[in-house]
T-cell receptor, first 114, second 120 residues
Framework: NAGVTQTPKFQVLKTGQSMTLQCAQDMNHEYMSWYRQDPGMGLRLIHY???????DQGEVPNGYNVSRSTTEDFPLRLLSAAPSQTSVYFC?????????????FGNGTRLTVT | AQTVTQSQPEMSVQEAETVTLSCTYD???????LFWYKQPPSRQMILVIRQEAYKQQNATENRFSVNFQKAAKSFSLKISDSQLGDTAMYFC?????????????????FGKGTHLIIQP
């Protein structure tokens, strides 16, 4: 059982470049989300989705786009990367998104923007 | 909005000792959940323990237990008989109960973490 799969594991971008971080889950979870983790900080919610076709903003959405065309996939797009977006990005999913439904995390993508 | 505060950036104890990690939070919500997550050097986020605010009984999971003081908004994690594999970052997190209002109000709110080192 693969769980939550994130690709790539590492990425280096130049300022202004665009890229998509991929996230896929094989647990038929309705809820998926993206967090970023900066040094000395806990994780902060970027965007989330409660089902295919439905997305909403989290705490720090600026500079990021998401879409949810299938239940399995929830890609995170950086349209014009900035050094402030250097971070570790985590995708997480759960059955319902409610607190009694445990979140399953991917292994993270370390992104560096120069 | 809610905030979660972990006042101990780093702690170090000897193997087999008991250690307590502190967490306080601030919220106007009455119904919510609290969590402790472990992040070892592998970077994987692992759920350690969960507490429902409406339950007075403190949650336990094997060597891990919490001291939940709702009035004081305190949620500490106790690790008994600590092991080398417990070395990790530990994050306290808050999540409110539905219904959710959207617009950034949902999801987990994390503290900044405590780096726990278990010495042999």
């Amino acid at each position: 059982n693969a769980g939550v799969t994130q690709t790539p594991k590492f990425q280096v971008l130049k300022t202004g470049q665009s890229m998509t971080l991929q996230c896929a889950q094989d647990m038929n979870h309705e809820y998926m989300s993206w967090y970023r983790q900066d040094p000395g900080m806990g994780l902060r919610l970027i965007h989330y989705s409660v089902g295919a076709g439905i997305t909403d903003q989290g705490e720090v959405p600026n500079g990021y786009n998401v879409s949810r065309s299938t239940t399995e996939d929830f890609p995170l797009r950086l349209l014009s990367a900035a050094p402030s977006q250097t971070s570790v990005y985590f995708c997480a999913s759960s059955y319902s998104g409610q607190p009694n439904s445990p979140l399953h995390f991917g292994n993270g993508t370390r992104l560096t923007v120069t | 909005a809610q905030t979660v505060t972990q006042s101990q950036p780093e702690m170090s104890v000897q193997e087999a000792e008991t250690v307590t990690l502190s967490c306080t939070y601030d919220t106007s919500e009455n119904n919510y959940y609290l969590f402790w997550y472990k992040q070892p050097p592998s970077r994987q986020m692992i759920l350690v323990i969960r507490q429902e605010a409406y339950k007075q009984q403190n949650a336990t999971e094997n060597r891990f237990s919490v001291n939940f003081q709702k009035a004081a908004k305190s949620f500490s994690l106790k690790i008994s008989d600590s092991q080398l594999g417990d070395t990790a970052m530990y994050f306290c997190a808050f999540m409110k109960q539905p219904p959710y209002s959207g617009g950034g109000a949902d999801g987990l709110t994390f503290g900044k973490g405590t780096h726990l080192i278990i010495q042999p």
